[in-house]
Structures are given as C-alpha cells and as structure tokens.
C-alpha cells in the first residue's frame, strides 16, 4: 500500500520508493501539509510548532491558542480570504458575493489505479501500480466542495496531483483561480531553476535563489509558450547534477499557466501551480464540476540528473498514450528548409528519391501544400491539395512516393484560418475575434474558436477525410502563434473568461478523437519550433519539434534545456543544411549528426544538393543511428557539462537502463589553441563491469571511467563532435 490514513493520529501518508509525503488533520478539520521529501518512515508533525506571530491571525474556534494560525502553518490546499494570506490556490466568488473558502475535511477514499480527469489529459496506470488518494474538502459559506486528487507510483516516485472544484450550492459559484496544487516547504534554502526562453531559442535554464516575495513563471499566450516553459525545479541551494534536494513540477497543461513560488515571513516556500488565473474565470452551475489539470510532482535527494531521469521515464510510460512512445521513430526527411513553400511535385519526388538513396523511412511534405497557400499570408483552414502546386492531387504522390518504399508524413495547422481562407469567408466567426475591434494577427493569420464545439467538429470531420483517403503515417501538428483578442463568439458574456480554456480543451479532445481513431499514425507536435513543449501535447504526441532553431551549436543549449523535463525521444531533432538558415553559421555534418540524434533524429535539408561524400557520410548516420535508436530512446541521458558553461564544451552521454551499453557525445563549442586535455568523467557505467570503448584498443572498468574518467584527443577545426559507443564485455 502506498497510501495509508492513520486514524489515530489523523495523518495521510503517501509513500513511494524514495520518497515519503504526509498531511495531516487538523482539528479545525483543515488539511495541514507536514512533509514531502526523502523517504522516512513516522510521523512529521513534530515539525510544527505552534508560534505566536504578530498579525497571523487564528481560526475562530481556536482563538485561545494564538500560536495556531492558517498564516503560518503548512497547507494542503489554500483557500483565499480565510486568514491565511499567503498564495491561495482557489478563489471562489458566490453570486452573493462571498469571496474565497476556508476549507475543511468531509471525507476520503483509497483506491486502486489511477484517477483521471474529464476532458484533460493526465498520466496511466501502467503495470497496475497507481493508487488514487480523493481528499474531500468543504466550504458551505463558499458552495464549494474540492476533491484533491492524489495517484501515487510508488516504484517511480512520481506523484500526479488535481483538484476537482464542484457547486454544492442553489446559485452559480464564478472560480477567479483553482490551480492544481499547493506545496509548502517550511524549510531550506531553495533556488528556482526554470526554463525561459523565446522563438528559435527555447527552454534556457535559468537558476538563482528564492527571494522573499513571490516569484512567477507563467505565460499569458494561450500555449505554453517559447517564453516560460511551464516545467519548474526548486533545489538546494547547494545542489548540483549528482547531489542535492531537488523538486519538480511539471504541470499536464499546454495553455497559458502559472507557477507561483512565495517565500514568506518566516522563510517558508510554498508553490502554487496551475492554469493561469489572469483572464481567466469558469462560473459552475450548481452541480457542476470543475477539473484542474494535473501536475507531476517528484522529488530526490540525488541532484537533478535522477529527477530528470525520473520524468523521463514517467513521460514514456505513463503519460504519452501513443504506441510510439515505446517504440523505435522512422528516421524522417522533412522538406521545410529544403524547399520552403516554393516546390512542385517533380521537385517533392526529387528530394524523396535521394531521401531514400539515403536511407531515409519517412518524407514529410511541410507547409503550403493545400489551399491559396504560396506564402504565409493565405490559405489556412482550407485543408485540401492546391491543385496548382500539386495538380494529381495529394494520393498520387503519396502512391509514388509510397511506390519509393518511403512512408509519407504531412504537416498540419488546424487550430489557425487566414483572412484570405474559404473556411473563414464562410464562418468568420470561428476566428477569436473581439466585436467592434480589428484582432491583432501573428504570421497573419487568426486563431480559430477551439472552445467551440462546431468548429471541433468540423476539424475531426476534415482531418478524418484526409487521413482516411490518403495514407499518411506521420502528422506534424503546427501552432504558429499565440491567443489574443480572445472573445467566443459562441459564449454568452459572463462565461468569455473560459474561453481560452476551452480552447485548449477542444485540442484535446481534437487530438485524442485524432489519436484514439488513428493509432498507427505518428503524430508530432510543434508550435513555431518548440512553443507547446509541455507534457500536456506530449500525452498525444510522443515527440515535439524541439526548435525552429536548427543550428547544431544552438541546439546543444535548448536540448541541455530540455532534457531537465523532457526525454530524448521527445525532441524532434533534425540535421539542416550548412550554413545553418537560421545562425548562418558552418557545423561540420558530423557534429549536427551528434546533436540531432539525441532526439527523434531526422533531416530537413535539399539531398539533391549534397556531394557525393556528403550522401555517403549521411548513409552511414543513418545506420549508425538504427544502431543506438534504443539506447537514446530508452536509456537513462547524463548531462557532462552544461554546453553554456565555462568548459566550452558540450557533453552528454545515454546508459541502457541495464548498463551494458553507453554512448558519450562531445562538441567543441570554442575550439582553443594549444588545447588542454579534454577530459571526462563519465557517469551511470556499472562500476564493476568491463567495457570497451570504440575506436580504443584494450579495456577499461566502469570505476576507471567514472572515478578517474576519460581523456579525448584535442578536437581541431569548427565546432569538431566526437560520439563514442562503450560496451559492457
Ligand atoms: C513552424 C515550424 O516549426 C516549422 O518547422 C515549419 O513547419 C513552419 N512552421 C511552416 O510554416
């Protein structure tokens, strides 16, 4: 049992391999959080001690005790107005005015699996381990009652949170926030580690100590973002890949959200995570329920490489329901950088004729393939061939290029319509428009009502047809630009602060009709490169375009970023041409093969343009990486050093879960005269086994190459890149 209740002593513990997390039971009937962090067995509350702080007030039955104050004990789950001013995680309004909840218990239950959420995305039970904690809380005077949800996986020290807001009362109850958890850490000294970013230069890890005062990771974009990855660490101050407490948090949600992190009076940290409660509001009818979306929360005392280890293979296994998840990726050419919109079919079925001289699985036709689509200016929402570019229609191509022995992927941007669309000639009021106000466009083009169940309808009736009379086998999902001038023209007046939740709702449900009737298509998730990176897209799509940024040297920083939440084989990953479109900077071919690699490896380039010695060398990229595909899709990453850093170089090795195999990968990012050794100590290696190391005579222990390490010749030239197999003897 990994979820047991104490009657005596009121507590609700929640145990997993290495990790323990307690609450407990006030007799005001307020859930206080006593602990979460390393495994121990007991009690916690001793950690309390009631404390007369000036101007923290107490609840009314317990006045005479001064010392016991919402304000400065540990809370399960804030309410707002009730005497603790810290940050609330639920902001009820009645129609009669009353304003926040003081929340307090009603019942529980301890079941088996796992709980999941209406309309949203959240993790499985793989393997028959979850356990379901359902924590009742209630507030009559607010008409509220809060269900906060716990699925415990032991054996993966995860532990997947939510809360279920229900109308318990006669009138509508409006929710201004209701946020997915609440974590007080009332001690330590903690950094914030987050990932801030921008296009074509996503997830950057930012890191530095908590101030008093709140600090707020948040986007206010309809999507994750580019800007602030929704995925949060907190640390020890002195923790560091191998060492140290570390906390993650990783919200299930791909719209515009907000992490909330107070250190108080006392020097207590609480974090409160979930949707993003500015220009947001949900009004419940009485009876109905509100669903937060979930958040993955773990924890280690071993440093940030094992609390990355521990989502990735969370991610994998209990959180994408794609059965690509677990399985080896086509190696993919897709055509964007090749060609942009300027191609015609001879010039597609040249480019798929080298691809697959090369070796290539897959051919993705990108954008501008359908509709008026000849730049970015028009045809979205228009979802058939442009029969100018493409005059025998999409299936006599995908025919001949099936005939090539290539499967064929297509590139799709459903959530968006162009002015100059039939689909938007036809229904303008699909677009998120404000009346009597121009909306403001992005790559010009407008977003369509997700929240909308017609224009879901549409969409699944549209993309059904496509994918039904074509064989398409992979889809790239696109999102080029972010919500704004965000008003449903389906919604009445009191109910437009839902509407951009209910888009991100409707492409869910979008995608899971997609995912669930189609799947044995890959689907791929993208947003401008790499701006809906998040676990909620990674529920249906067992990978995401990392970046729009495909210069090797940049990618080493946003894959470094990343890999702090996210696996290897969720960044897609893609060799470009040289000079780089985006840097127009030189990376010798090797070393952009190392980096796209570490991910959904694929290509985006012209191979008709390639030299002889260039087709070979990618001939040999691709075997090389059906060879290790398993190794960097499955096994643990190791993070050497980080390529921003001082060392001017990038390293970065996968170890197979059973340790018998292990690839390092370097890239000299400043290449220096006179070069001092490049040495490394290498990580996760059975210490007591004997590998080989490629291109090395003789052999080494894993002790010798993790204690002592391993020393590289100095690496010459642009941006040189070494990858090396070891193998256990
Ligand atoms: C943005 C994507 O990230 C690119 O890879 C490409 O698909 C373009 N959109 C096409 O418009």
């Not at 937060?292 to 280890?309: I, V």
């Not at 490169?529 to 529920?539: E, S």
Request: with cysteine; proline share 6%.
């Amino acid at each position: 049992m990994s979820i047991l209740f104490d009657d005596t002593s009121r507590t609700f513990t929640l145990t997993t391999r290495n990790t323990a997390y307690q609450m407990q039971l006030a007799p005001t009937g307020h859930l206080l959080h006593l602990y979460y962090g390393r495994r121990a067995e007991g009690r916690f509350d001793s950690l309390y001690l009631p404390h007369d702080c000036g101007f923290s007030p107490n609840p009314y039955e317990l006045r005479d005790n001064r010392g016991w104050s919402l304000d400065t004990l540990p809370q399960e789950y804030s309410g707002t107005n009730g005497g603790d001013y810290r940050l609330g995680a639920l902001l009820p309004v009645t129609e009669d005015g009353v304003w926040g909840a003081d929340l307090r218990y009603v019942r529980h239950t301890i079941e088996p699996g796992k709980y999941a959420l209406h309309g949203l995305p959240a993790a499985f039970d793989n393997g028959g381990e979850a356990e379901t904690l359902r924590v009742t809380l209630s507030d009559p005077a607010a008409q509220v009652e809060v269900e906060l949800l716990y699925g415990v996986y032991a054996s993966q020290d995860v532990i997947a949170r939510a809360a279920r807001v229900t109308n318990t009362g006669a009138q509508t109850v409006r929710l201004e926030k209701a946020a997915s958890l609440c974590l007080d850490l009332p001690f330590g000294e903690w950094d914030l580690l987050h990932f801030h970013g921008r296009h074509c230069m996503e997830r950057q890890p930012e890191r530095g100590p908590l101030m008093t005062g709140v600090q707020t990771v948040s986007s206010k974009r309809g999507m994750s973002s580019h800007q602030h990855n929704p995925f949060v660490i907190l640390c020890d101050q002195g923790a560091d890949e191998d060492h140290g407490e570390c906390y993650g948090v990783m919200p299930v949600w791909s719209g515009s959200h907000k992490t909330e992190i107070e250190r108080d009076q006392r020097g207590s940290t609480r974090i409160v995570s979930g949707v993003n409660d500015e220009q947001f509001s949900w009004t419940l009818a009485p009876g109905e329920s509100f669903d937060t979306p979930e958040a993955l929360l773990a924890f280690t005392h071993e440093g940030l490489t094992r609390l990355s280890q521990t989502y990735h293979r969370f991610l994998r296994g209990n959180l994408c329901r794609s059965r690509f998840s677990n399985a080896p990726r086509p190696v993919l050419l897709n055509n964007w950088e090749a060609t942009y919109f300027d191609f015609d079919e001879e010039k597609l079925l040249s480019i798929a004729r080298e691809a697959k001289a090369l070796g290539v699985d897959l051919f993705v036709l990108d954008d501008g393939w359908f509709g008026s689509r000849n730049d970015d200016n028009g045809g979205l929402g228009d979802w058939f061939v442009n029969r100018t570019k493409l005059p025998n229609g999409l299936g006599p191509l995908i025919e001949q290029i099936n005939g090539m022995g290539l499967k064929f992927g297509l590139w799709i941007e459903p959530e968006m319509v162009n002015e100059d669309s039939a689909l938007y000639r036809a229904h303008p009021d699909w677009a998120l428009t404000v009346p009597g106000r121009k909306p403001s466009v992005g790559r010009n083009q407008f977003v369509l009502d997700m929240g909308r169940p017609d224009v879901v309808e549409y969409l699944c009736d549209t993309l059904t047809a496509l994918l039904r009379e074509n064989r398409i086998e992979y889809v790239k999902w696109d999102m080029n630009r972010g919500l704004s001038d965000v008003y449903s023209h389906a919604l009445p007046p009191e109910r437009q602060g839902e509407a951009a939740h209910r888009y991100v709702l409707g492409v869910y449900s979008l995608l899971d009709r997609l995912t669930t009737a189609f799947p044995d298509v890959l689907f791929e998730g993208c947003a401008g490169g790499g701006g809906r990176f998040d676990a909620g897209m990674l529920a249906y799509c067992p990978q995401i375009w990392c970046s729009d940024n495909t210069d090797a040297v940049e990618r080493l920083a946003i894959q470094y970023g990343t890999s702090f939440g996210y696996p290897a084989s969720a960044m897609g990953a893609h060799v470009s041409a040289s000079p780089n479109h985006q840097t127009g900077r030189s990376v010798p071919l090797g070393t952009r093969a190392i980096v796209a690699m570490s991910g959904a490896f694929g290509y985006e380039l012209d191979p008709t343009k390639l030299s002889a010695e260039e087709k070979q060398a990618i001939r040999e990229q691709i075997e090389r990486y059906r060879e290790i595909e398993t190794l960097i899709r499955t096994g643990d990453c190791f993070r050497l050093t980080d390529p921003r850093g001082e060392h001017r170089i990038a390293a970065w090795q996968f170890v197979s879960e059973d340790r018998s195999e292990a690839l390092l990968n370097v890239v000299a990012t400043h290449p220096e005269g006179n070069p001092r050794p490049l040495h490394l100590r290498l990580k996760g290696l059975d210490p007591q086994a004997v590998y080989t190391v490629e291109g090395q005579d003789g052999s080494f222990s894993g002790a010798a190459l993790m204690y002592g390490g391993w020393t590289l010749p100095p690496l010459y030239g642009d941006y040189p890149g070494a990858q090396l197999r070891l193998r256990r003897q």
